[in-house]
């Protein structure tokens, strides 16, 4: 069995300010190991974005256990710390802005983060990279002459400078068409083949529905996992497949460790659940849920 690359325990990030206190994570339990390709899914303010931050080492917690890699972020002194973002995780975001410097061409900004290391031959190892991302033809292209997309695959081949353990993406294809997208998810899945482990947070559905592993942030806690169906498996480049619409994955609802589930309120919704009691039944070695006494009352007195 795979090692655990990511193991959250009972992760708590609370944001304080003189008025209030936001939760933004809620006892969040997941382990992710090595070699996976994960893809975090949720809605704004779900947590997932905080969630990242925290495991990138940009964000502490406040509570729980966080260890990736094998380093435990909650102990990590700052000079560790400075080590861990530089030797175990690389960062893949959203806003190019912060992946690339613009006064610089696209192989010396690939060279700059090798150049913070011992041991690697700076331009022969990022010439590498920009080949590995199809980006070697543009190696002396500024920011300003490259494209969205280009800028992304350069910033990939920032990322993976160092050889991270680790590969974060916020929202990757977030700003680009659905052919460069298509380009940057085959990219990832080239270096998860080869063994690189990946986390990817992202709104694309499309993107979503090809990775095998789909983990749902609700409320700060996970909710759900998506497990991608074997007869979709050997099928991820087909252009013919409509990847929004088509069913590519099995959902399960996740059981924290006090037995508890989260239920979408759409589901209760359809089942004519109110309120915040549910009855639970063990039928025939099937769990049954359905509406307290007093909603049903309630339901029959109105009509």
């Known amino acids: 069995m795979a090692e655990a690359m990511i193991q959250a325990d009972g992760l708590v990030k609370i944001y304080k300010s003189k008025q209030t206190e936001v939760l933004a994570l809620q006892g969040l339990d997941l382990i992710v190991e090595e070699g996976e390709l994960t893809a975090i899914i949720g809605n704004s303010g779900s947590g997932k974005s905080t969630f990242l931050n925290m495991i990138g080492g940009l964000d502490r917690p406040s509570a729980g256990s966080l260890v990736v890699g094998g380093k435990n972020l909650f102990t990590i002194s700052e000079k560790e710390l400075v080590r861990y973002k530089r ?100 990219i990832f899945m080239e270096l998860n083949r080869n063994g690189q482990t990946i986390l990817i947070v992202t709104h694309d559905v499309a993107l979503s529905k090809k990775v095998r592993r789909v983990v749902a942030i609700r409320d700060g806690k996970i909710s759900s996992e998506r497990l991608l169906k074997e007869k979709y498996a050997d099928r991820l480049k087909e252009v013919m497949i409509d990847w929004r619409e088509e069913d590519t994955q099995d959902e399960y609802a996740v059981v924290d460790k006090a037995g508890r589930v989260q239920i979408p309120k759409e589901m209760l919704g359809a089942i004519g659940i109110e309120g915040n009691k549910v009855k639970v039944e063990l039928k025939d070695k099937t769990v049954v849920l359905s509406g307290s006494k007093e909603q049903n009352s309630k339901k029959q007195l109105e009509k």
């Open 87 to 186: 030797d175990t995780v690389g960062f893949v975001w959203q806003n190019n802005g912060r992946n690339l410097l613009p006064y610089l061409t696209a192989l010396e900004n690939v060279m700059l983060p090798i150049s913070l290391s011992k041991g690697h031959k700076k331009k022969t190892r990022a010439l590498e990279l920009l080949e590995m991302v199809g980006m070697s033809h543009r190696k002396h292209s500024r920011l300003n002459m490259l494209s969205g997309g280009e800028q992304q695959r350069i910033a990939i081949a920032i990322a993976l400078a160092n050889s991270p353990k680790l590969l974060l993406a916020d929202e990757p294809t977030g700003s680009v068409d659905m052919a460069t997208a298509n380009y940057i998810f085959d």
